[in-house]
């Protein structure tokens, strides 16, 4: 990403916080039904804190979502509770990052307060601004789609949904986290290994390091490959 310096300037200090919201069962709106809601719409502080597992806390907890193995889920991010218009930017601000969807099997979605994170989607930066994962989810209203691997064992799990907005410079990333609480029916053996948060990210990983208005910014996907049982 090309840009004057005071134009990068500009960018950084322009804020438009959000929180991931709303799920979707296939086409099925659920709302708020089963996300864990966090406290308010700002960033996480650093990527050492407890608030990097579910979001700001203390998050309130709700229900369960069912969801059939191999079935689609769509986790919903906009700027204010309850505000779903299209017409306004899921996450402004140029706060330009990528978009990452996490699952970790627990015991109980609803009182989890650990687990191992495994990776299901993606959308990170191939070169072009529209093409940074933020922009895609404002281009789609806030909703990010995909498929809960066919090959996971039933069960309860918890859906962890980020944005890390790296406007701000090296050394300086913004998590935005929420987490949706699901149970899995109908399910293969599969149980992937996976990572912790807080802990699976550090400041010195190669996306952290660099600006991405740095004209040799490359972008390196954060934790672990995404899971493509």
Not at 168 to 182: K, L, T
């Given at each position: 990403?090309?840009?004057?310096?005071?134009?990068?300037?500009?960018?950084?200090?322009?804020?438009?916080?959000?929180?991931?919201q709303e799920l979707w069962?296939?086409?099925?709106?659920?709302?708020?039904?089963?996300?864990?809601?966090?406290?308010?719409?700002?960033?996480?502080?650093?990527?050492?804190?407890?608030?990097?597992?579910?979001?700001?806390?203390?998050?309130?907890?709700?229900?369960?979502?069912?969801?059939?193995?191999?079935?689609p889920l769509t986790v919903?991010?906009?700027?204010?509770?309850?505000?779903?218009?299209?017409?306004?930017?899921?996450?402004?601000?140029?706060?330009?990052?990528?978009?990452?969807?996490?699952?970790?099997?627990?015991?109980?979605?609803?009182?989890?307060?650990?687990?191992?994170?495994?990776?299901?989607?993606?959308?990170?930066?191939?070169?072009?601004?529209?093409?940074?994962?933020?922009?895609?989810?404002?281009?789609?209203?806030?909703?990010?789609?995909?498929?809960?691997?066919?090959?996971?064992?039933?069960?309860?799990?918890?859906?962890?949904?980020?944005?890390?907005?790296?406007?701000?410079?090296?050394?300086n990333p913004q998590p935005?986290?929420?987490?949706?609480?699901?149970?899995?029916?109908?399910?293969?053996?599969?149980?992937?290994?996976?990572?912790?948060?807080?802990?699976?990210?550090?400041?010195?990983?190669?996306?952290?390091?660099?600006?991405?208005?740095?004209?040799?910014?490359?972008?390196?996907?954060?934790?672990?490959?995404?899971?493509?049982?």
């Amino acid at each position: 990403m090309k840009y004057a310096t005071v134009l990068l300037a500009a960018a950084a200090s322009v804020s438009a916080h959000s929180t991931w919201q709303e799920l979707w069962v296939g086409t099925e709106d659920k709302a708020t039904s089963c996300t864990r809601t966090v406290k308010d719409n700002n960033p996480i502080a650093s990527l050492t804190s407890p608030d990097m597992f579910c979001g700001r806390g203390p998050a309130t907890s709700s229900g369960v979502c069912e969801v059939a193995a191999g079935s689609p889920l769509t986790v919903e991010m906009h700027a204010q509770p309850g505000d779903r218009k299209c017409t306004q930017p899921a996450i402004g601000g140029n706060h330009y990052g990528p978009v990452l969807v996490y699952m970790a099997k627990v015991s109980d979605a609803k009182t989890a307060a650990s687990g191992s994170f495994f990776k299901v989607a993606e959308d990170g930066y191939t070169g072009t601004t529209t093409s940074w994962g933020t922009e895609i989810l404002n281009a789609n209203c806030g909703k990010r789609a995909f498929t809960v691997p066919k090959s996971i064992a039933s069960g309860d799990y918890l859906v962890r949904a980020e944005v890390i907005a790296l406007h701000a410079g090296a050394g300086n990333p913004q998590p935005y986290v929420s987490c949706f609480q699901v149970k899995v029916t109908g399910g293969g053996s599969a149980n992937p290994s996976g990572v912790s948060f807080p802990g699976a990210y550090k400041l010195s990983d190669a996306l952290f390091t660099k600006s991405i208005y740095d004209s040799s910014f490359k972008y390196v996907s954060p934790g672990p490959a995404v899971y493509s049982g």
